[in-house]
């Protein structure tokens, strides 16, 4: 929550970003059936928090914690080095925002 108020407050001039984060608000975090609060996030394996040691990737556990308790294990994410340094790694799928809101907003 602290990232994507940071992001609507640094780039709220910008009418793409401010239209395309009200979307992401409306359809996803004010949807009590697309949105749960996480109270007890999942523990994830030995080896994907080694790899989210290694090279300061620690920031973004909870998109892993987020992505395990879902069926999909989906991690929506513009970070390219991110997702090339955890690579496929025990079914999370990484997607850009372009294509999840073509697929999940629509």
């Known amino acids: 929550m ?3 108020h940071q992001y609507r407050q640094t780039y709220d001039y910008d009418l793409f970003c401010r239209q395309n984060l009200k979307l992401f608000f409306s359809a996803i975090l004010q949807n009590l059936q697309k949105s749960i609060i996480l109270h007890q996030p999942p523990d994830l394996s030995p080896s994907l928090e080694r790899k989210l040691e290694t090279g300061n990737f620690s920031s973004d556990r909870y998109l892993f914690q987020c992505a395990q ?3 999909q294990k989906i991690i929506v994410t513009t970070d390219q080095r991110l997702v090339e ?3 496929i790694n025990e079914g999370f799928r990484f997607m850009d925002v372009a294509s999840f809101q073509q697929n999940f907003l629509t």
């Open 85 to 87: 340094h955890i690579g």
């Open 69 to 71: 308790s879902t069926q």
């Open 2 to 4: 602290a990232k994507l």
